[in-house]
């Protein structure tokens, strides 16, 4: 197996073997560009080197080796050599980019013999010594794991004794003093010589960028960037150009367009006598790119013609990386730039209405991912990057939140009318919580999951959301928590991100969110290309006016038990739930029938003769009993009952597994007054609404919630059938109307046909197919899904991304079941995959008609629909 390839062996077409870099540096290399040569050792290689016990096995080790007198006979330099010596830079690149997760190594091939030569040879012992003390430097931290913080402390003491403030200000005996301390600290620290032979060095440096896959910050942004483990890393082993030897080199890196706002034109820094990881790092201010222009005329023109050469080429904004060596430019690679939202959004239309790009291209360029910045607030990124994580849960709701921390819903409200910025920090969320959700700039809970209620309300909402996150000790009586052995009280301000979950201490400045001009260009477009319908999550009018504003084509999800998380609505609900006669119950559901039907009004309303799915009830009984003191007593005067009764009836109405308990269907079967009550809401609303609005086509569709079994579903439908005919003949209407089921039990998939007989839709809840397929509980998972990424059993959260294989397979299943028994029926999805890019591509695989997310993730729906149909 070939297992390493030359520069000139490549094309940019290899990136699963090559790696992003790898591919594009043979790219460069064939159109002839200035490319320091090379060669690339594959992803494959490093996946051997994971299944050989990350070892280099003899078969890889002999093609390096065979490599690397390719690559001296290329150069005309060789390794340890005294006349010419060969120096390399190693450098790690996967198929997908991760800025900054992985490790790079330069100057590889120095030892105190080549040193001295090369100081002789260049005349230059400053830029030698300053090579020599890099390379031992980033070796000892890279490769043997000593930490940077050792060698900089040296060098902060070399500074002071030398009274100077830069590092170019060193000269050559500080330099070779340093490096002769680099090493013993080295020794110090490993216990053997820092190594001499450079093919040693290179064979410890491609296991260090071997293994620099599996660090810890690599697998968090995979885990974010949904990019698999088992891709793997390639390594680059490059001839060395040098940037830091004297003012007539130096090193830079450039956009071709602005990353932040996309405007044509070269943005980036450049800095004189230093290397790339110089600039990187920020120890000396770099000049703008454009200043380069007046210091390195000739490179500088080079450079604009290479640009241009790379932006048509590759049609799309590249970032580059870029070496001057005595005046002469050598290119040291280039990608497709990251970019913000904004910026992406710019760029594809640009490259359109630029000829390079087709509309349908322009679609596919852009990540749905990141319309999430587009539509929540953000960190200013620089204040971000100087930040420092506290902690690290669950990004469950997107948006960057900064405030003083509240311990109560009831707080958040009264600090918020009083002008404050609140953050809410909760052990977890329940539906009291919520107007105290909505007065806060975001939500941080110590419990509770992706599908948790926190993180699905706060989704609804577009309020930022950080769920699970375990570190917290909380003391809620006292207003207080621990986290990261700092204590936390009410007033103190922290900051977190919704899409990381990354929590920090203190403010971090947001930047409100901006829709910029071209993205109702590009959504357009991708409503051209889709074939799958998106609707939206949404249990109040306004969220479904926000939904239809941001382009939802229906409601497939209204949780009407949300509908009575406003005001003192929860009030009746809960005279409903702790009744224990039906008249008492029937009494609690006269008061709530007008609300609920003038809640459908509004939803038809907002929705324009779009298809509404109103799903009955399915409240966790857990979530709604009441569990304050205050609200014990309003409830007991509301029913005329005891303190102590109603204590008794929330004790009966506990159970062990709420999730698997008295909801869902079971509720209508139970008590079907509850079902009558809810179908005439819907069959008035609808009777009404269809009334003012003739022209819209109004279809309720009743969605029946937890069935297993078809009979569950036969016995629900008889009460809405019943309920809703006489509603229509005593109204003289025509109404017609939907009853369907959701599939979201792993029993249900499993006899899709039976209950397809039944039923006129199904619509997969897949936050309970998830829970119930994997046997565990999508509020606790949270708890162990840790455990479960660092023994790489699982590598993304199944409540957020579907699980293809397994819970895929069930839908999969219960779709052709269905449809064989029911050509009729139509089939959609309503668990929170359904505004997750990669599970709508599976969506759109297996052939359902819509996928339904909440409001603010329905652009990403549309544009990921539109991909997954390209
Ligand atoms: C589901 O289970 O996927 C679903 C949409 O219903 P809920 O989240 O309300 O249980
Ligand atoms: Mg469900």
Request: hydrophobic share 40%.
């Given at each position: 197996?070939k297992?390493v390839?030359?520069?000139t062996?490549?094309?940019?077409t290899?990136?699963n073997l090559?790696?992003g870099k790898g591919?594009n540096?043979?790219e460069?290399?064939?159109?002839?560009?200035p490319v320091p040569?090379g060669f690339?050792?594959?992803?494959e290689?490093?996946?051997?080197?994971?299944?050989d016990?990350?070892?280099?096995?003899?078969e890889i080790?002999?093609?390096?080796?065979?490599?690397i007198?390719?690559?001296?006979?290329?150069?005309?330099k060789?390794?340890?050599?005294?006349?010419?010596?060969?120096?390399v830079?190693?450098r790690s690149g996967?198929?997908?980019?991760?800025?900054g997760?992985?490790d790079t190594i330069l100057n590889?091939?120095l030892?105190e013999?080549?040193?001295k030569?090369?100081?002789?040879?260049s005349?230059?012992?400053?830029?030698a010594?300053?090579c020599?003390?890099?390379?031992?430097?980033?070796y000892?931290d890279?490769?043997?794991?000593v930490?940077?913080?050792?060698?900089?402390?040296?060098?902060?003491?070399m500074?002071e004794k030398?009274?100077?403030?830069?590092d170019?200000?060193?000269?050559?005996?500080?330099?070779?003093?340093l490096?002769?301390?680099?090493?013993?600290e080295?020794k110090?620290?490993?216990g053997?010589?820092?190594?001499d032979?450079?093919?040693?060095?290179?064979?410890?440096?491609?296991?260090?960028?071997?293994?620099s896959w599996?660090?810890?910050?690599?697998?968090?942004?995979?885990?974010d960037?949904?990019?698999?483990?088992?891709w793997g890393?390639?390594?680059n082993?490059?001839?060395m150009?040098?940037?830091?030897m004297?003012d007539?080199?130096?090193t830079?890196?450039?956009?071709t367009r602005?990353?932040a706002?996309?405007?044509?034109?070269l943005f980036?820094?450049?800095?004189?006598?230093a290397?790339?990881?110089?600039v990187?790092?920020?120890?000396?201010?770099?000049m703008?790119i454009?200043?380069?222009a007046?210091?390195f005329?000739e490179?500088f023109a080079?450079?604009?013609?290479v640009?241009?050469t790379?932006?048509?080429?590759y049609?799309?904004?590249q970032?580059m990386e870029?070496?001057?060596e005595?005046?002469k430019l050598?290119?040291l690679q280039?990608?497709n730039g990251k970019?913000?939202?904004q910026?992406?959004?710019?760029i594809a239309?640009?490259l359109?209405d630029e000829?390079?790009?087709?509309?349908e291209?322009?679609?596919a360029?852009?990540?749905?991912r990141n319309?999430?910045?587009l539509l929540h607030?953000?960190?200013?990124?620089?204040?971000l990057?100087?930040a420092t994580p506290i902690?690290k849960?669950?990004?469950?709701?997107?948006?960057?939140?900064c405030?003083k921390?509240?311990f109560?819903?009831d707080d958040a409200?009264?600090?918020?009318?009083?002008?404050e910025?609140?953050v809410?920090?909760?052990l977890?969320?329940?539906p009291?919580?919520?107007t105290g959700?909505k007065a806060?700039q975001?939500?941080l809970?110590?419990r509770?999951?992706?599908?948790s209620?926190a993180a699905v309300?706060?989704r609804?909402?577009g309020?930022?959301?950080v769920?699970g996150?375990?570190?917290i000790?909380m003391?809620e009586?006292?207003?207080?928590?621990t986290?990261a052995g700092?204590e936390?009280?009410?007033?103190?301000?922290?900051?977190?991100d919704?899409s990381?979950?990354?929590?920090?201490d203190?403010?971090?400045?947001?930047v409100?969110a901006?829709?910029a001009?071209?993205?109702g260009?590009i959504m357009?477009?991708a409503?051209?290309?889709?074939?799958m319908g998106?609707?939206?999550n949404?249990?109040?009018?306004?969220?479904a006016?926000?939904?239809?504003?941001?382009?939802a084509?229906?409601?497939?999800?209204c949780?009407t038990?949300?509908?009575f998380?406003?005001?003192?609505?929860i009030?009746?609900?809960?005279e409903?739930?702790?009744s224990?006669?039906?008249?008492?119950?029937?009494e609690?559901l006269e008061?709530?029938?007008?609300?609920?039907q003038g809640?459908?009004?509004?939803?038809?309303?907002?929705?324009?003769?779009?298809?509404v799915?109103?799903r009955f009830l399915?409240?966790?009984?857990h979530e709604?009993?009441p569990?304050?003191?205050?609200?014990?007593?309003?409830?007991?005067?509301a029913?005329?009952?005891t303190?102590?009764?109603?204590k008794a009836?929330?004790?009966?109405?506990h159970e062990?597994n709420?999730?698997?308990g008295?909801?869902g269907?079971?509720?209508?079967v139970t008590?079907?007054e509850?079902a009558?009550m809810?179908?005439?809401?819907?069959i008035?609303?609808?009777?009404n609404?269809?009334?003012?609005h003739?022209d819209?086509?109004?279809?309720?569709?009743?969605m029946?919630?937890?069935?297993?079994?078809?009979?569950?579903?036969?016995?629900?439908?008889?009460?809405?059938?019943?309920?809703?005919?006489?509603?229509?003949a005593a109204a003289?209407?025509d109404?017609?109307y939907h009853?369907?089921?959701?599939?979201e039990?792993?029993?249900?998939?499993?006899?899709?046909?039976e209950?397809?007989?039944?039923a006129?839709f199904?619509?997969?809840g897949?936050?309970d197919l998830t829970?119930m397929?994997?046997?565990?509980?999508?509020d606790?998972?949270g708890?162990?899904?840790g455990?479960y990424?660092d023994?790489?059993?699982?590598?993304n959260?199944?409540?957020a991304k579907l699980?293809?294989?397994?819970?895929?397979k069930l839908m999969?299943?219960?779709?052709?079941?269905?449809k064989a028994a029911n050509p009729d029926?139509h089939i959609?999805i309503c668990?929170?995959?359904g505004?997750?890019?990669?599970?709508?591509?599976?969506?759109?695989?297996?052939g359902?008609?819509?996928?339904s997310c909440?409001?603010?993730r329905v652009?990403?729906?549309?544009?990921?629909a539109?991909q997954a149909?390209i």
């Open positions: 197996k297992w390839y030359l520069f062996e490549g094309d940019a290899m990136r090559l790696g591919a540096l043979a460069m290399t064939n159109i002839g560009l040569q690339t050792i594959t992803t290689a490093c996946t051997q080197y994971y299944e016990g990350r070892e280099i096995n003899d080790q002999g093609q390096i080796n065979e490599y007198a390719k690559m001296e006979e290329i150069t005309g060789k390794f340890g050599d005294l006349e010419n010596p060969l120096l830079s190693v996967a198929r997908a980019s991760m800025p997760m992985m590889l091939g030892n013999d080549v040193v030569v090369i100081a002789e040879k005349n230059n012992p400053r830029w010594w300053d020599y003390r890099r390379f031992i430097q980033m000892s890279v490769v043997m794991e930490g940077k913080k050792y060698f900089e402390a040296l060098i902060d003491e500074k030398k009274g100077v403030k830069l170019v200000e060193l000269d050559a005996d500080d330099l070779k003093e490096a002769n301390q680099f090493k013993a080295y110090n620290k490993i053997v010589d820092f190594p032979d450079p093919k040693e060095q290179l064979m410890g440096a491609i296991k260090a960028v071997f293994r599996d660090n810890p910050r690599a697998n968090v942004y995979r885990r960037n949904d990019i698999p483990y088992s890393t390639a390594v082993v490059q001839s150009a040098f940037g830091n004297g007539d080199c130096g830079g890196v450039a956009f602005d990353p706002t996309g405007a044509k034109g980036g820094e450049f800095l004189t006598n290397q790339g990881e110089d990187v790092a920020g120890v000396r201010t770099p703008h454009q200043e380069m007046e210091k005329p490179a080079d450079f604009e013609k640009c241009k790379l932006e048509d080429h049609r799309d904004m970032d870029f070496t001057v005595h005046g050598y290119m280039t990608r970019r913000t939202a910026a992406a959004l710019k239309c640009d359109v000829g390079m790009r087709t509309p291209e322009a679609v360029m852009i990540d749905p319309l999430d910045s607030p953000t960190f200013d990124q620089k204040a990057k100087a902690a849960a669950l990004g469950a709701a997107p948006g960057a939140a405030g921390i509240v109560t819903a409200v009264e600090w918020a009318a009083r002008g910025k609140v809410l920090v909760r977890e969320t329940s009291e919580d919520i959700m806060s975001g939500i809970t110590v509770g999951g992706m599908t209620h309300v706060a609804g909402m309020a930022c959301c769920a996150c375990g570190d000790v003391d009586a006292n207003k207080k928590f986290l700092k936390y009280h009410e007033g103190d301000v922290i900051s977190f919704g990381t979950g990354c929590v920090y203190g403010a971090i400045p947001t409100e901006t829709i001009g071209e993205f260009r357009a477009w409503d051209e290309y889709r074939t998106v609707r939206t949404a249990d109040t009018p306004h969220d006016q926000k939904a239809r504003e941001l382009g084509e229906g409601i497939g999800l949780r038990e949300h509908m998380f406003e005001g003192d609505r009030d009746a609900f809960r409903m739930i702790c224990d006669t039906v008249e008492e119950r029937e609690a008061k709530i029938l007008p609300l609920q809640d459908f009004e509004q939803l038809y309303e907002a929705m324009e003769g779009n298809p799915t109103i399915d409240p966790p009984l709604f009993v569990t304050e003191e205050e609200d014990i007593e309003k409830l007991a005067k029913k005329g009952k303190v102590a009764e109603i009836i929330c004790e009966s109405l062990f709420p999730m698997m008295h909801r269907c079971r509720l209508a008590y079907p509850i009558v809810q179908t005439k809401a819907v008035r609303a609808a009777i609404v269809k009334n003012a003739p819209w086509n109004i279809v309720p569709e009743i029946i919630p937890l069935i297993g079994d078809v009979k569950e579903l036969k016995y629900c439908k008889k009460t809405v059938v019943e309920t809703a005919d006489a509603e229509i003289g209407s109404l017609k009853v369907g089921t959701m599939i039990i792993p029993r249900a998939a499993l006899t899709a046909d209950i397809a007989k039944e006129d199904f619509c997969f897949t936050n829970q397929t994997f046997g565990f509980s999508r606790d998972a708890k162990f899904l455990a990424y023994a790489k059993i699982y590598e959260d199944p409540f699980d293809q294989t397994g819970v895929g999969e299943m219960a779709i052709k079941l269905g029926l959609g668990g929170e995959h505004g997750d890019p990669s599970s709508v591509e599976f969506c759109n695989k297996i359902l008609d819509y996928v909440s409001p603010y652009p990403i729906a549309r544009l990921a539109a149909a």
